[in-house]
């Protein structure tokens, strides 16, 4: 089995920072892409960023220019770093991660079990 253990979460001011991190630990053979999504209440689970094997990157264009997205392959673990931060940052945050357990079988998809970051003064 893989398990995604995410940390780093918690109560920031508006304009400030967090980084948060999503390692993953288990059955891996090999991890694809790794990336974030958030899910504010009432409001439906977006993608955040992605980060490809070979560090290319996506971002939505709410975050771009204030979140950067990073994987260190060797720790199977990848972060998210957030200035800059807003009030409409605040969500649930969820890692994932698209791994492969065994040679020959398709990834799939595991996730985090969500971390929650609020921006309120």
């Known amino acids: 089995q893989v398990q995604l253990v995410e940390s780093g979460g918690g109560l920031v001011q508006p304009g400030g920072s967090l980084r948060l991190s999503c390692a993953a630990s288990?059955?891996?053979?090999?991890?694809?892409?790794m990336g974030w999504y958030r899910q504010a209440p009432g409001k439906q689970r977006e993608l955040v960023a992605t980060?490809?094997?070979?560090?290319?990157?996506v971002y939505a264009d709410s975050v771009k220019g204030r979140f950067s997205i990073s994987r260190d392959n060797a720790k199977n673990t990848a972060y998210l770093e957030m200035i800059s931060l807003k009030p409409e940052d605040t969500a649930v945050y969820y890692c994932?991660?698209?791994?492969?357990?065994?040679?020959?079988?398709?990834?799939?998809?595991?996730w985090g079990q969500g971390t929650q970051v609020t921006v309120s003064s």
């Open positions: 994932y991660a698209e791994v492969t357990t065994r040679f020959l079988d398709p990834p799939r998809n595991y």
């Open positions: 288990g059955s891996i053979l090999r991890i694809a892409n």
């Open positions: 980060v490809t094997r070979s560090s290319n990157t």
